[in-house]
């Protein structure tokens, strides 16, 4: 063994090169051989399938029932490819489902810990009802608001008043009205 642990390859470089390319051009000619003989194939059941027409000898009367006949055939060939198309969907389905079962049985699905996440009502609405829907669970923003203002001008707006109306103490008024000089 090498340094790193890895292993030596047993052919070399060149050579593998070589089986490479032959390796190629032998699929190559496979898959050229393979395209030949279904084009074969195909032919071969054409001419089954659809005989060759002769109608410079008919008459307009046979022409019209040859006509029909071919319209029946393309009826009846339509209906068979629908059915094929139909048991192919059944059948894919089906294979899915299979397919999903042994997913599930072979249990490499873990399931992921769940984090406990807190999140507002505005924006669990949101993610439930989409981005398109407006809804708010802001009770507050509908409740009427109360006015201070009103309160404000109710209030007495001369000065004197206001402090004798402040004054609890009969002491700090008479302080206050000895500091100031008599009208």
């Given at each position: 063994m090498s340094e790193g642990g890895e292993k030596k390859p047993k052919i070399n470089a060149s050579r593998r090169l070589?089986?490479?390319t032959l390796m190629l051009a032998k699929a190559a000619i496979m898959l050229e051989n393979e395209m030949k003989e279904n084009k074969e194939e195909k032919m071969k059941i054409m001419a089954e399938r659809v005989p060759p027409l002769d109608c410079g000898r008919m008459s307009l009367?046979?022409?019209q029932e040859l006509c029909k006949q071919m319209h029946h055939k393309i009826d009846v060939v339509d209906e068979e490819r629908y059915d094929?198309?139909?048991k192919?969907?059944?059948n894919n389905k089906e294979i899915e489902g299979l397919a999903q079962k042994i997913f599930d049985l072979k249990g490499k699905f873990k399931r992921p810990n769940l984090k406990r996440v807190r999140?507002?009502?505005d924006a669990m609405l949101g993610a439930l009802l989409g981005s398109t829907h407006k809804a708010s669970l802001d009770l507050r923003?509908?409740?009427k608001s109360v006015k201070k203002e009103e309160e404000k001008?109710?209030?007495v707006t001369d000065w004197r008043k206001?402090?004798?109306a402040m004054s609890g103490m009969e002491g700090r008024k008479k302080k206050f009205d000895a500091g100031a000089p008599a009208q």
């Open positions: 070589l089986l490479k009367q046979e022409l094929f198309e139909v192919v969907i059944k999140i507002s009502a923003a509908n409740l001008e109710k209030e206001n402090v004798e």
